[in-house]
């Protein structure tokens, strides 16, 4: 039997209309889905939450307790981008630590961990923190294609991941880059020397996603991330209902109720009707795009760049940013692209064509990385490109949190006037701007806005 984990509310959402559904709505949606037979609805993490203080004036940690009142049979799960934890860049141990256990105790029963670089050291602290604190730790291995990026390579990755004492395992394909082939090699090769339960999370941005679900399914691997029809396919996970008929009758069968499934439909197709008669959910995000396989941008950095070229009115340069991405990606010793490396290697793409001059500025997320603030590049640096960025300046090898300070209570004390609770405290480590503007309005105070670097591809 396959496990199936719904993920429409977290990274359907978060891929197709830049995450901008309403706590009502997720909760509404998952109220149903608890009563269908998933494995687990991933529904937090990921931008859910920066989204919900800065577009809705929403309390991302309310939004969690509804949709624990009206879950009572099926697990929740969240994204968490290690020592990144939800934001862009890295966060001292103390705050790594307090935000497991707040998660925890406001409701997550699983913690899906990875890191942009696949450096384990910034996993550590996080696999420690949810275990220490009774959540269910699976760490994901960020899939990507390159010369350096081999099945010999992922497999020592999933070994290590599994000696670090985690529950599970999740092949996460942010770009839906993983072809069939490759899926049912790979899955065949981590079955043999891995132990533990692997799952698959893909797009359906390259229009292969289901062909490689099928194809890992048959290779052996154990859970699956589906989203609901119509918030599937396009730039997000493959259909939720394709897949249950799919299996159904088969060895691999969910044992899932269906009907239960569908009576969610029209909640989510007035849902879609939303969002693309509001414009924030573009038909670009539902086209079969092959071109991916060569670009292999993930669909949530492809609906927010969208987004973002037109707020700039420069949906013209599309085409050529697409083209640039790729470059500044071999440029940086080929990160896979997702959370925060993907809004790095996205925003250096778009500024690159824009200013008309490649590097001729560069942002201060990819100056860090350079600076190995980040953790360990997967392959070597273009030279000609550091030295461009930061010249002849040193560069750190020590896992990057070691270098900094504890930052919680300093920040407890900072905002004694605002924060009224360890989960406001934590918001605004994450996020500080958008959360003291958020907590003033919550809270009745006065405060003035602030932007932070990254609004654009939120």
């Known amino acids: 039997m396959v496990r199936i984990v719904e993920t429409s509310v977290r990274d359907g959402q978060q891929s197709l209309f830049a995450t901008r559904m309403t706590t009502q709505e997720v909760v509404d949606l998952c109220r149903l889905y608890d009563q269908a037979g998933f494995h687990a609805i991933e529904m937090w993490g990921g931008a859910t939450f920066d989204a919900a203080m800065r577009f809705l004036d929403e309390d991302p940690w309310e939004r969690l307790r509804e949709v624990r009142k009206v879950c009572k049979k099926t697990k929740l799960q969240m994204l968490f981008r290690g020592q990144n934890i939800l934001g862009y860049r890295h966060y001292s141990d103390d705050v790594v630590d307090m935000f497991c256990k707040k998660s925890i105790e406001n409701g997550i029963d699983i913690i899906r961990i990875f890191d942009a670089l696949n450096d384990l050291r910034n996993l550590k602290q996080a696999v420690e923190s949810t275990k220490k604190y009774g959540g269910e730790c699976q760490i994901a291995l960020c899939y990507t294609t390159s010369p350096v990026h081999t099945i010999d390579y992922f497999v020592d990755l999933g070994k290590q991941i599994e000696q670090l004492g985690c529950d599970s395992l999740c092949i996460k394909d942010m770009a839906g880059v993983l072809l069939p082939e490759d899926a049912r090699k790979l899955v065949t090769a981590l079955k043999k020397q891995v132990h533990i339960p692997i799952e698959l999370h893909s797009h359906s941005t390259a229009g292969v996603a289901t062909m490689t679900y099928l194809a890992a399914i048959e290779a052996g691997v154990d859970i699956i991330d ?35 499934v569908q009576r969610a439909e029209p909640m989510m197709s007035k849902i879609i009707d939303k969002y693309v008669n509001n414009g924030l959910m573009s038909w670009k995000s539902m086209q079969v795009n092959p071109k991916i396989l060569f670009y292999q941008v993930p669909g949530g950095m492809l609906s927010n760049m969208i987004k973002q070229l037109r707020d700039q009115d420069a949906m013209d340069r599309y085409d050529e940013v697409m083209l640039e991405i790729p ?16 809004q790095m ?3 250096q793409a778009v500024m690159n064509v824009l200013m008309g001059e490649r590097y001729k500025i560069t942002i ?12 360990r590049a997967p392959a070597e640096v273009d030279q000609d490109v550091r030295k461009k960025i ?8 020590c896992r990057p949190a070691d270098l900094l300070k ?29 959360a003291v503007n958020f907590l003033t309005k919550k809270y009745g105070l006065n405060g003035t806005k602030e932007i932070d670097e990254f609004e654009m591809f939120v």
Not at 250 to 255: A, E, N, R, S
Not at 327 to 342: C, W
Not at 368 to 373: E, I, W
Not at 410 to 430: F, G, H, P, Q, T
């Open 406 to 434: 504890p930052e919680f209570e300093n920040l407890k004390k900072k905002y004694s006037d605002i924060a009224r609770c360890d989960e406001d405290v934590l918001s605004l480590a994450l996020f500080e701007n958008v």
């Open 327 to 342: 470059k500044v990606r071999r440029d940086l010793g080929y990160p896979p692209l997702v959370t925060p490396m993907s």
């Open 345 to 347: 290697v996205g925003t």
């Open 226 to 260: 589906t989203s609901l029809s119509p918030c599937s396919d396009g730039t997000a996970q493959p259909s939720t209902q394709a897949l249950i008929n799919s299996l159904a009758g088969t060895k691999y069968d969910p044992h899932m109720d269906l009907h239960v």
């Open 390 to 397: 930061i010249g002849d300046d040193e560069t750190i090898t």
């Open 364 to 375: 201060k997320e990819v100056r860090d990385y350079l600076h190995g603030k980040y953790g």
